[in-house]
Nanobody
Framework: VQLQASGGGSVQAGASLRLSCSIS????????FGWFRQAPGKERQFVAA????????YYQDSGKGRFTISRDSAKKTVYLQINSLKPEDAAKYYC???????????????????WGRGTLVTVSS
């Protein structure tokens, strides 16, 4: 699986962004697709994830309500909508994939086998 993240940019606080993760390669059935972010000097942090087949979603507790993950089967793309951006949301956002995750593994970056290069989000106050 190859992943390409895009859609980042420099925005003001309160704005919205939609990040895209284009998927190519082997079949995506039952794959887990996740978004993680990493700010300079900080650990990689789980943001959201989705099961490609069922559409079940998982969110970081603190981001519920502002982050929405979705997928478009026809375009083979996973999206992350971020609303009401805050300066603390500034980070490089990565999409990741894994063929099989269970339980708490959905939230753990080291459980994902495939990674894209990331897209940078900067937020000015």
């Amino acid at each position: 699986v190859q992943l390409q993240a895009s859609g980042g940019g420099s925005v003001q606080a309160g704005a919205s962004l939609r990040l895209s993760c284009s998927i190519s390669g082997r079949a995506t059935a039952n794959y887990a697709f996740g978004w993680f972010r990493q700010a300079p000097g900080k650990e990689r942090q789980f943001v959201a994830a989705i099961n490609w087949t069922s559409g079940r979603t998982y969110y970081q507790d603190s981001g519920k309500g502002r982050f929405t993950i979705s997928r478009d089967s026809a375009k083979k793309t996973v999206y992350l909508q971020i609303n009401s951006l805050k300066p603390e949301d500034a980070a490089k956002y990565y999409c990741a994939a894994d063929p099989e995750l269970y339980g708490s593994s959905w939230y753990l970056w080291h459980e994902y086998d495939y990674w894209g290069r990331g897209t940078l989000v900067t937020v000015s106050s």
